[in-house]
């Protein structure tokens, strides 16, 4: 057992905190343990806060890669590129080297925002811009989940041939689009999401193959069914919501005007508001 003595040289006044400064001040072993907890726990602070909800979107206009990351000793972690889905419009780039070890796959995930309980959300697909600027490779881009049920990867893929140019994808992500890739309880998983990954695999998969690749990515969106009768978009029916079919009417805006077959606004747009709004939402 290894044990470390200390001399700590106190005054009279010196309340516990700082005496256990002076002790970390004097040991820094103490004092890197304490740091890498405080660290720690910040993070799965903020971990635990994080809730994956309809409307979120990734869309690196921070110039950051908004939690978007790869394994820790990646010689070429994602990287946003300014400009490059447009002027002003920017992307995240994903890139894979084809060699073994790190940083030789097209694989990105987040453990930060897109985690939390997909199924109460009412999460039902997620939609992005992918764009394959290599020259030689094809890639195969699927999404894969992991968390209390184990790991899972959607059955859908984004094919993406060399020097695809910008295409927009949607992944569907509804219960029954998701097949396991490790994985044991599909609900426990989608209820508790605690990474999600975007990743290269010609067949469903939570790793992404070894092969080069030089992806670009952008305005990742979460999306869910649309209920009619909440015209606000808070999640919940009450009067706000008629209040704003009535601006919408009176506007003449499409929204209000074709709830009923006919485009007229009248009466009867009014009804069919009134009707949906007893239905209620999914």
């Known amino acids: 057992m290894v044990k470390w003595e200390m001399s700590v040289r106190l005054s009279a006044g010196d309340t516990p905190r700082e005496l256990s400064r002076h002790r970390m001040e004097k040991d820094p072993v103490r004092k890197s ?9 910040a993070w799965a602070t903020r971990h635990a806060e994080a809730q994956i909800s309809i409307g979120l979107v990734s869309d690196f206009q921070s110039a950051t890669t908004e939690g978007w990351v790869s394994g820790p000793i990646n010689p070429n972690p994602p990287t946003v590129l300014l400009n490059g889905h447009g002027p002003g419009d920017h992307a995240l780039r994903v890139v894979g080297t084809g060699s073994f070890g790190a940083g030789g796959r097209v694989v990105t995930f987040n453990v ?7 199924l109460s959300a ?13 020259n030689k490779t094809d890639l195969d881009i699927r999404l894969a ?4 049920g184990g ?17 927009n994808f949607v992944f569907p992500v509804d219960v029954a689009d998701w097949v396991p890739a490790g994985g044991f309880n599909l609900n426990a998983t989608l209820s508790a999401v605690t990474q999600l990954r975007i990743l290269n695999s010609p067949t469903p998969a939570f790793m992404a193959i070894v092969e080069a690749g030089d992806l670009l990515i952008d305005n990742i969106t979460a999306q869910g069914e649309v209920c009619y009768a909440d015209c606000d978009g808070s999640g919940t029916l009450d009067i706000f919501d008629f209040l704003c079919f009535q601006n919408s009417f009176v506007l003449g ?10 485009p007229i606004c009248d009466i009867f747009d ?12 999914p």
């Open 145 to 148: 989940v992991t968390g209390t």
């Open 112 to 118: 930060l925002e897109w985690t939390g309980d997909y």
């Open 33 to 41: 343990i304490t740091i890498v907890l405080f660290v720690c726990a």
């Open 270 to 281: 009014f009804l069919c508001f009134q009707n949906a709004f007893v239905g209620g939402c």
């Open 122 to 134: 009412g999460v039902t697909s997620i939609s992005m811009d992918l764009n394959n600027v290599g």
């Open 151 to 167: 790991s899972f990867s959607t059955s859908a893929s984004a094919l993406l041939p060399a020097g695809s140019g910008w295409t």
């Open 253 to 262: 805006e499409p929204y209000a005007c074709d709830c009923d077959p006919d």
